[in-house]
């Protein structure tokens, strides 16, 4: 690096301050502005992946007529006794709608007897006594969906209309620990035949049937073979869901990219309006650098240094702009964006995700554009006669 | 040589700035290892997927699972809503 023609750059930087200042601000904001977008979305999805990490295998519904029905818990036996089968448990679980808060409560009903219930529940909430799922009558909650409970009722008991229009009252047990918040707000774990009862599931129905494969390589081959099993079966293995969460968070930031796209495109259009119409003065001055003895390495030399110390300034400024915006700040605006509004939603710390990669694809979209911006119009103007010029 | 000085520093200071907010922000929100395996003792307690970001609609919540007849959740490459149906389309 030659430091005159670096030293000689910045005065010009500072000399045409105004011109300078506007692209810095622009490339600046524009960096800041799609880091915060795609920080925001990644922490969405990583906080998604810890749930998609530990689901079944492979999940077993009945649809009858496009229709979700209840599905013969019987039929957990035939399924073990396919080869490869670990386990098919059914599960009873469902959406229960509570008008009042215009949201969905996810029901979850636990069998009490298993042995392993007692260490899963310590883990995952502050106050467990197993005994008192046993008795009945009580429920585990979110620490969200208990706050606004109480503050709706004044007590820690929540009445559940069946759907033959009586009502279960639960009063709860424990609340989930804050750490699972994201996952579990709008979640009630109750024992089974309480959750079934709420939900309206039949004796000896369950809502889909977990199957865990012994070896994971043989999940596909599982697959086809429970659905060969009844033609009303619908098989979703754990990969097909992580593919369509995956598909969701690409449709999501896809459209984010359209926007990231006009966004570049008008700062491309916008920069090379500002810089190819290089002015008279600019013209003059490199005239007069070729007619002392420049050649026109130099000139381009000192544009591309006049680029690098805007490109240069504004990349760790975006990134300091960014990560305020989006962990100190916790990106007011578009957070809201992103997750909308509930009265559940727990408070949502956004959690650490940034992404170098995206810092790195930024850099290679915008710099060259702007650089390209730069020297094209200084080397017509360098290759022109210093002589004409001057006249 | 001055101006060369002035602006190689607030680079530095600039860049410093930069990997010290990074170094800062990446330990105080990254979650914790306890926090991490109650999320993941919840999620194989349930076995269900997502987060309860979006509870209003029953085809968001734990998709795939509470609404399968649902369009927005037959496949993850539904040609009916994939980006991809422009292929398709362009292909008739």
Not at chain 2, 53 to 81: C, Q, W
Request: hydrophobic letters at 45%; one cysteine or more; aromatic letters at 10%.
């Amino acid at each position: 690096m030659n430091l005159k023609l670096l030293e000689y750059a910045l005065l010009s930087v500072r000399r045409r301050a105004g011109k300078h200042m506007f692209v810095f601000l622009t490339f600046t904001i524009l960096i800041a502005a799609v880091l915060s977008v795609f920080t925001v979305a990644e922490a969405l999805k990583k906080e998604a992946g810890y749930s998609l990490g530990n689901l079944p295998d492979i999940t077993v519904q009945k649809i009858t007529g496009g229709r979700q029905q209840y599905i013969p818990a019987v039929s957990a036996e035939e399924i073990t006794l396919l080869p490869g089968v670990l386990s098919a448990v059914p599960r009873i679980w469902g959406l229960y709608r509570f008008e009042y808060l215009n949201t969905n409560l996810t029901i979850v009903g636990l069998d009490i007897f298993d042995p392993f219930l007692s260490k899963t529940m310590s883990d995952i909430t502050d106050t467990i006594d197993v005994k008192e799922l046993r008795k009945g009558s009580v429920m585990f909650t979110g620490e969200k969906l208990n706050e606004t409970i109480k503050s709706i009722y004044g007590s820690s008991e929540f009445s559940f209309q069946k759907p033959d229009g009586e009502y279960i009252t639960l009063k709860t047990a424990g609340t989930f620990k804050t750490a699972s918040g994201m996952l579990s707000a709008d979640t009630v774990i109750t024992d089974t035949e309480t959750a079934a009862h709420i939900l309206g599931i039949p004796p000896e129905y369950a809502a889909d049937i977990a199957v865990n494969i012994s070896n994971p390589q043989e999940i596909s081959t599982a697959a086809e073979k429970i659905s060969n099993l009844n033609p009303s079966f619908k098989v979703t293995t754990s990969e097909i869901i992580k593919a369509s969460y995956q598909n969701m968070f690409d449709y999501k930031s896809g459209l984010f990219l359209l926007f990231f796209t006009a966004c570049i495109l008008t700062f491309a259009v916008t920069v090379f309006d500002r810089l190819s119409g290089i002015s008279g003065e600019e013209k003059r001055e490199t005239a007069i650098l070729k007619a002392i003895g420049w050649d026109t390495g130099d000139v381009l030399r000192v544009r591309l240094y006049e680029s690098a110390v805007i490109t240069l300034t504004a990349f760790p400024a975006a990134v300091i702009i960014s990560l305020a915006y989006v962990y100190l700040m916790q990106a007011p605006g578009l957070k809201t964006v992103f997750i909308g509004h509930s009265y559940l939603r727990p408070d949502f710390i956004i959690p650490f995700s940034f992404d170098l990669s995206v810092l790195a694809a930024v850099f290679f979209v915008t710099v060259p554009v702007y650089t390209a911006s730069v020297i094209i119009p200084s080397w017509r103007a360098a290759s022109s006669d210093p002589g004409e010029v001057i006249r | 040589m001055n101006k060369s000085i002035v602006f190689g520093t607030l680079l530095l200071f600039l860049i410093i700035s930069a990997a010290s907010l990074y170094m800062y922000t990446s330990a105080r929100f990254t979650p914790s290892a306890v926090d991490i395996s109650v999320r993941r003792s919840f999620a194989s307690l349930t076995g269900l997927p997502g987060t309860a970001v979006y509870s209003e609609n029953g085809y968001e919540r734990h998709r795939n699972l509470s609404a399968p007849a649902d369009i927005l959740s037959k496949g993850p490459f539904s040609m009916d809503t994939g980006l991809a149906s422009a292929v398709y389309t362009g292909a008739r």
